[in-house]
């Protein structure tokens, strides 16, 4: 007899080493920022920075992604916080979950910058160095929502769908008949921004580009992965149904019209081409040849011979 095919969730969003319990939601967000971060290094490193410069960086990006991430889910879903009967100080336990990515995108960078100033690093170089390498932290970090059984899409008897328990419905265990398996997006976005990623690396350097377009190219890939999940969805979320759709839907739109505006402009006026030199002040450029990375699965951003 053969067994209906699904995925299971974790009976719980816990990983034990040994006596030590380590939520998964936090290991997902870990495991992404620190690939990421390696990554970075790397691609930095081939285009001609000096090693170590994107860990420097990372030390004002992450926390002020991480902050900005919780800003906004905050926001955006106040009433678990701020309602009558709910515990405001449950906003600050963001290991429970609930991180908006766009404000993490949106303090993240704001950190960047200020690393990049305090550090002397040209800022469109080094965003348009890191940009795709978001991606990976997003997809890496999505399997959190699996180990929280959170943000799953609406039901669907494909051979991947994913089992939830009950008691994790939007509106309560009889929601949905026993049995019932859903959309698993996590799944999909993490497979979604993957491809994106070597799509990205790979149009940077067969195309060389640089002003800014591959921080564009990353925002239209995510918000138009993003906004296609969306459309599956179905947990509760407060600022929804703008005109038929939900707020991160319309996110995703504005966003990806931004995003077209800039690569348009960068590309009819020029100034879409590769920075060759990566520091504002040139003495800070390290005196080593930067690294071969070409082996890397495609992670170096130009071609060999683009020095700092």
């Known amino acids: 007899m053969m067994l209906p095919m699904s995925i299971p969730s974790p009976a719980e969003g816990v990983?034990?080493?040994g006596p030590v319990p380590l939520r998964g939601y936090a290991f997902a967000i870990i495991l992404g920022i620190v690939v990421a971060i390696w990554v970075?290094?790397?691609?930095?490193?081939?285009?001609?920075?000096?090693a170590g410069d994107i860990q420097d960086i990372a030390l004002w990006a992450v926390p002020f992604g991480l902050v900005g991430g919780r800003l906004y889910h905050v926001i955006t879903d106040w009433q678990l916080y701020f309602s009558e009967g709910a515990s405001p100080i449950e906003a600050l336990y963001i290991w429970r979950g609930g991180l908006g990515v766009w404000g993490a995108i949106a303090l993240g960078a704001v950190g960047a910058i200020i690393g990049a100033k305090v550090k002397g690093i040209k800022i469109i170089p080094l965003l348009d160095t890191i940009a795709p390498t978001c991606l990976l932290a997003m997809g890496i970090g999505r399997w959190g929502n699996w180990f929280n059984q959170?943000?799953?899409?609406?039901?669907?008897?494909?051979?991947?769908?994913?089992?939830i328990?009950?008691?994790?419905?939007?509106e309560g265990p009889s929601q949905f008949p026993a049995g019932t398996t859903f959309h698993p997006t996590f799944l999909y976005e993490f497979g979604w921004d993957l491809l994106a990623f070597f799509v990205i690396v790979y149009l940077q350097k067969k195309l060389r580009l640089g002003g800014g377009r591959v921080v564009a190219l990353?925002?239209?890939a995510y918000c138009l992965g993003r906004g296609m999940i969306e459309t599956l969805r179905i947990d509760n979320v407060q600022l929804a149904d703008v005109l038929g759709l939900r707020w991160s839907e319309w996110m995703s739109i504005i966003l990806f019209v931004l995003a077209a505006a800039w690569w348009a402009y960068a590309t009819f006026t020029g100034r879409g081409k590769v920075e060759e030199e990566v520091y504002s002040d040139p003495a800070k450029a390290p005196a080593n040849d930067p690294v071969d990375d070409d082996a890397d699965n495609g992670t170096d951003d130009e071609e060999s011979s683009t020095k700092a």
């Open 15 to 17: 990983l034990w080493l």
């Open 218 to 220: 990353y925002v239209m």
């Open 40 to 50: 970075s290094e790397r691609r930095w490193q081939a285009r001609g920075g000096r």
């Open 165 to 170: 328990d009950p008691s994790r419905f939007p």
């Open 150 to 163: 959170e943000l799953y899409g609406r039901p669907t008897d494909l051979p991947w769908g994913l089992e």
